[in-house]
């Protein structure tokens, strides 16, 4: 025993853990996983993503008829934050349990029960995304557009959807973490996903294997973030800035000098 | 509910002790954490229960019986899992606990060999720390099992888990650990040579057996879906299984004049009886304190 202070030992606990952990991923990951963890990351990155594209060919244009003609927010507001509040443990049983009573086969039961659970933590931060990308449109720049002749359709098609896009990629990039912390729950299941190495570590007491699964987690939740982050950057570049911030102000008289040092920065006061 | 005269004594309790700690307050520095105040008097038995109903009904039949013999008695329900409680029960702020003697003993001694029952037991009172003890140990138990529908059962003439060997394509099912565990899929094979695949059907293992999408699966003896759904449960005579019968864990300077009033009880709560008395609980929705009241009348402990 060293005179080592309670901090440092648990600190060298976790080191441990840590490298522990490491050590699993890297041994599963190999030839001596038998291609087992691959299947279960492959299962997770399924799981995310088939939700969240279901949960955007609902919210998308469902956010883009609200935000299009501007009613409907309130009830849509309403409806997305209870479905946030629910717990997706819960709704997985109650649905496998509901659908059994009218006698679906256990197996979709599984499936459908997890996909509406992920589904419903999805819809809110898309729906969200959705009607605020339009409604952050200067309004100016729909009148503008309303001006020229466009139809309504136009008007969404040429104007909304492009200026409303940063906005729906950032509610796509956080319904797509949420869903991805939370598709470990199909491995209750028996759907697998990273889960399944976490919830099998539990009552075996393997503590190396559940952080590992839980690191390999934040590893998908990181990388897929880090994808988001780059379309958000692209779009940010082709769309032309139609939002309501701040543009260089050229129809303004005033003196040169004033609009190099407004032009990139944001003018509110 | 609580009983109103157990109330009453524990407020004295706590008012005695709080007026103690009020006057000790100038010269001690008091820990307000420290878990000991309160529980000092021998008097009070406090008796603790997993997070799990059916474990708590049996602590509330301890509860009765020792509020019967005049104890005044404290309830602890619902403390969780043996990592939560366990340092509880060594740290003397809970007296008495229902068991399950095999999975005790993987706790104190993961490495044990033991699974019959006798074995366990005296393996288990090696294991125990000088502090704990168990009483005689009931012939209740609620432990692991291969259970299958009656068809299969009838179609394949199981009575054993040895006669898997003769089926083709059986499919296992059970909480994801059961893959890892030494009387899993590995068990299987080496013990009674049968091959099985599995499946981690997890909280979907009894809909999953009895669907079909499996053929055996991992439930507890005491589930009482093994009754009402009239499912078999395969004989273990090798003992793949860790036998663990429910045995109260004490506090060891109370085991002695503990035993005197739930030896009995052990004695009389029979495999049937508990399953019976889980089944009141899952179908007949009854609260554990009204099950421990009337197996205790009808047993003749309370009259």
């Known amino acids: 025993m060293g005179p080592k202070g309670p901090l440092a030992h648990a600190g060298g606990v976790v080191m441990t853990l840590f490298f522990d952990a490491f050590a699993w991923i890297l041994a599963n990951l190999g030839p001596a996983g038998e291609g087992e963890l691959w299947t279960r990351i492959g299962e997770h990155v399924l799981y995310s ?28 507001v309403a409806i997305s934050g ?13 649905f496998v349990l509901l659908l059994g009573t009218f006698g679906v086969g256990l197996g979709v039961r599984v499936a459908a029960g997890s996909y509406i659970a992920f589904v419903i933590l999805a819809i809110p931060s898309i729906l969200a995304g959705a009607y605020a990308g339009l409604e952050a449109i200067d309004r100016s720049t729909i009148s503008a557009a309303r001006a020229i002749g466009m139809t309504e359709w136009q008007i969404l098609r040429k104007v909304e959807v492009p200026l409303g896009l940063p906005l729906l990629i950032g509610g796509l990039r956080s319904a797509t973490l949420q869903v991805v912390a939370t598709a470990t729950l199909a491995a209750y299941v028996n759907l697998g996903g990273l889960g399944f190495d976490i ?27 880090a994808l988001f982050g780059l379309a958000a950057q692209i779009t940010e570049r082709v769309i032309p800035d139609g939002r309501s911030a701040p543009r260089p102000r050229q129809h303004r008289a005033g003196p040169k000098w004033s609009r190099a040092s407004s032009a990139g920065t944001p003018a509110h006061n | ?69 005049g104890y005044d008695v404290e309830r602890s329900f619902q403390i969780g899992q043996r990592d939560a409680y366990i340092p509880a029960l060594e740290g003397g702020e809970v007296d008495v606990f229902p068991e399950y003697t095999g999975n005790l003993l993987q706790y104190y001694a993961p ?48 009575s054993s888990i040895g006669d898997l060997a003769n089926v083709d394509g059986v499919v296992l099912g059970g909480p994801p650990e059961l893959e890892e565990r030494p009387y899993g899929p590995a068990g299987l094979e080496s013990v009674y040579g049968v091959t099985v695949s599995f499946e981690a059907t997890g909280d979907t293992t009894f809909d999953a057996l009895v669907e079909g ?47 005197a009033v739930l030896d009995p009880i052990s004695a009389a709560l029979t495999a049937e009886g508990l399953v019976a008395l889980n089944v009141q609980s899952v179908e007949d929705q009854l609260s554990s304190a009204q099950i421990a009241t009337e197996w205790l009348t009808a047993n003749g402990f309370v009259s």
């Open chain 1, 199 to 225: 919830i099998q570590g539990l009552p075996l007491r393997r503590y190396d294997q559940m952080l590992g699964a839980a690191l390999l987690v934040v590893a998908l939740a990181f990388a897929l973030d």
């Open chain 1, 82 to 94: 209870a479905a946030r509040a629910l717990p997706s443990f819960g709704l997985i049983l109650f």
């Open chain 1, 49 to 76: 993503l088939v939700s969240v594209a279901i949960a955007a060919a609902i919210a998308i244009p469902a956010g883009y008829l609200i935000g299009h003609t501007g009613r409907g927010r309130e009830i849509a």
């Open chain 2, 1 to 69: 509910m609580l009983n109103t005269a157990g109330n009453k004594g524990r407020l004295a309790l706590g008012a005695a002790v709080v007026g103690v700690a009020l006057a000790l307050s100038g010269c001690a520095q008091g820990d307000p954490l420290s878990p000991d105040e309160g529980s000092g008097s021998t008097d009070t038995i406090v008796v603790g229960s997993q997070a799990y109903y059916s474990n708590e009904i049996v602590a509330e039949i301890y509860a009765q019986a020792l509020e019967n013999a």
């Open chain 2, 213 to 259: 999408v499996v053929n055996v699966a991992n439930i507890y003896t005491a589930d009482p879906r093994i009754q009402t759904s009239g499912l078999v449960t395969l004989d273990d005579p090798e003992g793949l299984f860790l036998a663990s019968n429910v045995v109260p864990l004490v506090n060891a300077d109370l085991a002695e004049e503990l035993a």
């Open chain 2, 111 to 158: 490495d044990t060999t033991a699974t019959q029952t006798d074995e366990v037991y005296a393996a288990l009172a090696d294991a125990l720390p000088d502090g704990l003890a168990v009483l005689a140990q009931s012939s209740a138990s609620d432990q692991d099992s291969y259970t299958v529908t009656q068809e299969f059962a009838d179609a394949n003439s199981l």
